[in-house]
C-alpha cells in the first residue's frame, strides 16, 4: 500500500556553547525554520538555511521529539518504516539527541516509551522487538552481544521484498520500557567510543537502534502487519587535523569520513535522477537505503555546533542538510514480512503451530509472529478460521494459510480441534457428522495426520538447516562448503551426487583414474550415505597410488630412486656419494632376514643391482654383513663419513619389475645415520652394503685418514717453528765481536732525522731522557740480530720444509713472510718492541692508506681513520695515541705491533 512521495524531513538543532568554547554570535536561529550563519569568507556577509525546523540552543529534548519525532514514531502503527537520523560534525550534539543522559533523555528513550504506551492503550498485542548495533570500520557489529574480536562483521543482505537486513543479527523481545532500558544502557556500553581533542565521548561508529512492532490486525483477519523504526546516531565527520588523531583514531577516523562521503553521492545521485545510486559503495548508506529514496519515511536531525570555530564545518554540514530536502521517499505499509524473522523463531513458531494442531501445547501465540487479540487468547491460532462450513463444503477462498492445508484433495475436509474444548481430541469434528461418513473421517483423519507428520518433518529439516546457515553467517564472513551443500534439500543433493558419480564412471571407463577419483569424492560429499560408493573410492583410491608409483619408477629408472627430498633432476652434494645398495624385504623382521641369509649362504653376487635389473627373473640378494663390512661400518659411523644417500632399488621389487609382476617396492624413504627408514620400517644398517659398498667406504676411510696425519704433522710443524722463533726473540743480546761501529747511530744524527725513521721514533718514545738515548744495542746489535734474524728465517724454512706439506696453508706463508720482513733487528725483545713500534708509527704518519692497511689488524676504514687523524692533528708520537685519539682497542695496537713479530 503506497502513500506517494514523501520528501526526507530535515530538522536542525544548534547545541548550546560548552563551557570550554568562546561564545559568539555565528550561528543563530531567526524563526521556527530558519538559520542565519556567518559566511565563513566573509564575516559580513550571512547565509540563510531553510529547513523544516529549526532549534536553538535553549530548545530542550522534550520539545523537539514531540514536534518532529512523535509524529514519525506514530507512522509505525500504520505499518510503515521511519527512519531518524542524526548528521553533523563530531562534537555537534547527535549523541546528545539521539540517546540523551538520565536527565534529559533523548529520542531513543521516548520513542520507545511512547511504543509502550500505545500498546497499552490499543486493543492489539503486539510483539516488540528490538536489535542494536554498529558499522565500526566498515564492518557491522551486534551489539545486543558482548564484542567479541575473534568474529568478522556481519554481513547485509537483501531480502526476496528487495528489503535491507543485517544477517545474523540478534532481536531481543521487549515486554516493558524497563526491559528495553536494561537492555539498551548495556548494549551502548558495547559501542566503541574514544576520547579525541574535540570530544571527550565522540562516537568511532554509525550506531543503529531498530524497534520492531508486528501484529495482527483483528478486521482484514489473517494479515500481520509490521512497523519498524529506525533510530541512527551516525558517527561525526572529523578533519583530522583539528582532532589530531592518532594512528587507530584515523582509521576509524577514515572510515567515518569515507560512509560520510558516500552518503553525500547518494543524495546527490537521488537529487539528480541518477541510474545508479551508490548504496552499495558503504555499509552505512546500504542501512539507508530504504530511508533515502526507499520506501520508509525519513528524518534527518542535522546537528550543528555553534562558534566561529566550526563555522566551516557547519556551512558544509548545511549545505548537505539542503541538498538531502530534495530526497523523496514512497513510503509503504508493510504485511507480514515473515522471512525477517530468524530461523530459530521461524522454527520455534513451526514447532509451536505443529504442536498445536497435534494438541500438545497452546502456546504458539507467545513465540510465533502471528498475533491475535487478546481476547482470544485461549483459542489456538491455526483454529481461528475453519476452511469448511458446518455442512463440509470447502470455503472458496479466505482463511489462515495454515487452516488451508485442512483441506483434503477428495473435497472432504477436518474441522481442526480448539484447545479451549478438552474434551475433542485431535483429529476429532467439533460438529456431528452422519454415520456413512464417520468411517471417512476416520481414513481422512489418519492420512491428514501422515501428511501434516510428513510435512513437519521437512520443515523442521529445512528450519535447521536455515537456522546452521544463520550461525554459520554470524559467526564468520566466509561460509564453509559442507554448509552449503547443508542448503540443498535430500533430492537434490542426491540428484547432484548422481551427476558426479556418472562423469566418475566416464572417467573411469576412459583410464583417467585419478579425475575419475576426485569426481567420485565429489558425489560422495553429496551423498555420504552411499556405503558402496566409498569403498569403491577406497580402491580406487589404491589403484591411484599404484599407477602412481608404477609410472614414477618408469619415469626415474628402477635402479636409481632418490629418497629424501632431492628435487629431480637438481645436483647436490649427496650426488657425488656412492650408491646405497636398498635391498628388498624391509617389512621383513630381523629375524626372517637372518634366516634368508643363512639359507643363501655365500652365493651372494658382488654386484646384485646390475645383476637382478638386467635379468628377468628374481635371485636372492641379500648379502650377509662379513665381520669386516660390520667394522668398517661402525669405523665410517665413529669417523662421521657422510652417509650416501642415494638408494637403488634391488630385489624382489626390482625383480618383479624386470619379471612384469606387480611392483611393491618402495620408492620414498630416508637415509640417516646408515638406517634406511621408509615408514615405521627401518632397514638393520649391516643389510645395506655390497662389496663395491664396503671398498668404496674403506676407500674413504683411507682417504681421511691420509688427510689428519697430514693436517696434524703440518700442525707441530707450525708449532716448532713458531717456539723456536720466540727462544730467538728471547734470547739476551751479547755484544761480541759482531759489534758494528758504522752502525751505531750516534743521538745527534737521530735527532735531526725527522724522516720518521724507526730509530728516531724508538727514541722519541719518551722516558727521562725525552726519547734521546741511544739505542742500547746498537753496539754490534745489528749484525749479532741480522745473524739471528737469518737463522730464524733458515729454521723456518726447513721446519716448513720438513712439514712435508705439499701445499703450504695461508698461514704458514704468512709466517714466512714475516720473517723474511723482520725489522731492523735489535737485541732485546724489548728493544725489538720498540722498534716493531717505531715501524709502526713510521707506517702511520706516512699517511699513506695503502702502507698503513699494511699493519696487522688495519682495515681500509681504519687506514682512512688514521690518515685523516694524522692530516688533522699531525703525526702520531706514541702508539698508545692510536688508543686516546682513535679509541682503537689495546688489542688492536697488539696486532700492530704483531705486524712486526
Ligand atoms: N543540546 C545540548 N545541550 C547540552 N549539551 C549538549 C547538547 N548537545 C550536545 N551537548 C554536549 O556536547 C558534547 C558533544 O556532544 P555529543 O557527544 O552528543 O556529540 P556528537 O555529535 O555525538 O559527537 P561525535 O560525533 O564525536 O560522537 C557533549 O558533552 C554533550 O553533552
Not at 653 to 675: P, W
Not at 697 to 712: E, F, I, N, P
Request: aromatic share 4%.
Amino acid at each position: 500500500m503506497s502513500l506517494g512521495g514523501h520528501k526526507v524531513k530535515v530538522v536542525c538543532r544548534v547545541r548550546p556553547f560548552l563551557k570550554t568554547e568562546k561564545a559568539d554570535n555565528s550561528v543563530a536561529v531567526e524563526a521556527n525554520n530558519v538559520l542565519r550563519v556567518n559566511n565563513p569568507r566573509d564575516s559580513t556577509k550571512d547565509v540563510k538555511f531553510n529547513f523544516d525546523s529549526c532549534y536553538g540552543p535553549d530548545i530542550d529534548q522534550a520539545t523537539i521529539y514531540r514536534n518532529d519525532v512523535r509524529p514519525l514514531v506514530e507512522t509505525m502503527f500504520s505499518g510503515m518504516s521511519a527512519t531518524v537520523f542524526c548528521y553533523g560534525v563530531t562534537g555537534a550534539g547527535k549523541t546528545h539527541t539521539i540517546q540523551g543522559t538520565e536527565t534529559e533523555p533523548g529520542i531513543i528513550p521516548r520513542a520507545v516509551e511512547h511504543i509502550f504506551m500505545h500498546q497499552e492503550r490499543d486493543p492489539y498485542d503486539y510483539d516488540i522487538r528490538i536489535s542494536y548495533y554498529e558499522i565500526y570500520k566498515e564492518a557491522v557489529f551486534d551489539l545486543l552481544k558482548p564484542h567479541d574480536p575473534t568474529l568478522a562483521g556481519l554481513p547485509i543482505r537483501e531480502d526476496a521484498n528487495r528489503k535491507i537486513f543485517v544477517a545474523g543479527l540478534s532481536e531481543k523481545r521487549v515486554t516493558s520500557y524497563e526491559q528495553f532500558d536494561s537492555i539498551y544502557q548495556k548494549a551502548s556500553g558495547n559501542r566503541r567510543t574514544a576520547s579525541t581533542k574535540l570530544n571527550n565521548h565522540s562516537s568511532r561508529s554509525h550506531a543503529i537502534l531498530t524497534v520492531q512492532v508486528q501484529w495482527q490486525d483483528d478486521i482484514s483477519v489473517g494479515k500481520t502487519w509490521c512497523g519498524r523504526l529506525h533510530l541512527i546516531d551516525l558517527a561525526g565527520s572529523e578533519d583530522n587535523r583539528r582532532t589530531e588523531n592518532g594512528k587507530d583514531r584515523m582509521a576509524e577516523s577514515s572510515a567515518i569520513n569515507r560512509s560520510l562521503f558516500v552518503l553525500g553521492q547518494v543524495v546527490e545521485a537521488l537529487n539528480t535522477g541518477s541510474s545508479r545510486i551508490p548504496y552499495r559503495d558503504s555499509k552505512m548508506t546500504r542501512i539507508l537505503q530504504d530511508s533515502l529514496g526507499g520506501e520508509s519515511l525519513g528524518m534527518m536531525i542535522v546537528n550543528v555546533a555553534p562558534g566561529e570555530a566550526f563555522l566551516q564545518d557547519t556551512n558544509n554540514t548545511l549545505n548537505f542538510a539542503t541538498k538531502s530536502r530534495e530526497v523523496v521517499n514512497k513510503p509503504v505499509a508493510h504485511e507480514v514480512v515473515e522471512q525477517r524473522w530468524s530461523a530459530a523463531d521461524r522454527l520455534q513458531h513451526h514447532r509451536g503451530a505443529m504442536a498445536g494442531r497435534t494438541g500438545k501445547s497452546s502456546v504458539v501465540a507467545c513465540s510465533g509472529p502471528v498475533k491475535r487479540r487478546r481476547s482470544d487468547e485461549t483459542m489456538d491460532v491455526v483454529c481461528d478460521e475453519s476452511p469448511v462450513h458446518d455442512d463440509g463444503t470447502l470455503t472458496s477462498s479466505g482463511g489462515h494459510p495454515a487452516a488451508r492445508r485442512h483441506v483434503l484433495a477428495g473435497g472432504q475436509a477436518v474441522r481442526p480441534a480448539r484447545h479451549s474444548d478438552s474434551s475433542i481430541k485431535p483429529g476429532q469434528s467439533a460438529m456431528p457428522l452422519p454415520r456413512q461418513a464417520d468411517f471417512v473421517q476416520r481414513a481422512v483423519t489418519a492420512k491428514f495426520h501422515e501428511m501434516e507428520q510428513k510435512t513437519s518433518s521437512a520443515s523442521n529439516e529445512i528450519m535447521e538447516r536455515v537456522m546452521r546457515i544463520e550461525q554459520q553467517l554470524g559467526s564468520s564472513a566466509r561460509l564453509d562448503s559442507s554448509v552449503v551443500i547443508d542448503l540443498f534439500t535430500p533430492a537434490t543433493k542426491l540428484k547432484t551426487s548422481r551427476g558426479w558419480l556418472k562423469h566418475a564412471r566416464e572417467l573411469e571407463q576412459k583410464g583417467d583414474l585419478e579425475k575419475a577419483l576426485a569426481h567420485y569424492e565429489e558425489a560422495l560429499r553429496y551423498a555420504p550415505e552411499l556405503n558402496k560408493l566409498e569403498a569403491h573410492i577406497d580402491k580406487l583410491r589404491a589403484r591411484v597410488r599404484r599407477q602412481k608409483r608404477r609410472s614414477s619408477i618408469a619415469s626415474h629408472g628402477a635402479a636409481n630412486v632418490r629418497v629424501g627430498n632431492q628435487q629431480p633432476g637438481k645436483k647436490t652434494a649427496d650426488d657425488d656419494c656412492g650408491p646405497l645398495w636398498l635391498i628388498d624385504g624391509l617389512a621383513e623382521s630381523p629375524g626372517a632376514e637372518k634366516a634368508k641369509r643363512r639359507a643363501r649362504g655365500p652365493t651372494v653376487p658382488s654386484k646384485p643391482a646390475a645383476r637382478v635389473l638386467g635379468s628377468a627373473a628374481p635371485q636372492p640378494l641379500f648379502p650377509a654383513p662379513t665381520k669386516a663390512a660390520v667394522a668398517t661400518s661402525k669405523a665410517a659411523t665413529k669417523a662421521g663419513v657422510p652417509v650416501p644417500k642415494r638408494v637403488k632399488l634391488l630385489g624382489s621389487s626390482a625383480a618383479a619389475l624386470a619379471g612384469g609382476r606387480k611392483f611393491s617396492g618402495i620408492t620414498e624413504g630416508s637415509v640417516h645415520d646408515r638406517r634406511i627408514s621408509f615408514g615405521s620400517s627401518v632397514l638393520n644398517p649391516f643389510v645395506v652394503g655390497g662389496d663395491d659398498f664396503d671398498s668404496d667406504l674403506q676407500q674413504r676411510l683411507d682417504r681421511k685418514a691420509d688427510v689428519s696425519a697430514v693436517r696434524t704433522k703440518r700442525l707441530e710443524a707450525k708449532s716448532s717453528a713458531a717456539a723456536r722463533l720466540n727462544r730467538i726473540l728471547a734470547e739476551p743480546p751479547t755484544p761480541g765481536d759482531d759489534r758494528n761501529d758504522k752502525d751505531f747511530v750516534p743521538h745527534s744524527d737521530i735527532e735531526d732525522d725527522d724522516s720518521g725513521d724507526v730509530r728516531a721514533a724508538a727514541r722519541r718514545r719518551g722516558g727521562s731522557d725525552g726519547g734521546r738515548r741511544a739505542l742500547p744495542g746498537s753496539l754490534g746489535v745489528r749484525g749479532l740480530v741480522e745473524q739471528r734474524r737469518q737463522q730464524a728465517a733458515e729454521g723456518l724454512e726447513k721446519e716448513n720444509a720438513q712439514a712435508a706439506c705439499t701445499h703450504p696453508t695461508a698461514k704458514s706463508q704468512k709466517q714466512s713472510r714475516a720473517v723474511s720482513a723482520l725489522p731492523e733487528p735489535e737485541a732485546s725483545l724489548e728493544q725489538f718492541n720498540e722498534i716493531a713500534q717505531a715501524s709502526a708509527l713510521q707506517m702511520i704518519n706516512s699517511a699513506d692508506v695503502k702502507k698503513i692497511m699494511k699493519l696487522q689488524g688495519i682495515g681500509k676504514r681504519r687506514a682512512e681513520q688514521i690518515q685523516a687523524s694524522v692530516q688533522d692533528q699531525g703525526p702520531i708520537v706514541h702508539i698508545c695515541d692510536l688508543q686516546t685519539r682513535l679509541q682503537f682497542k689495546s688489542k688492536l695496537i697488539l696486532a700492530i705491533l704483531s705486524t712486526f713479530a
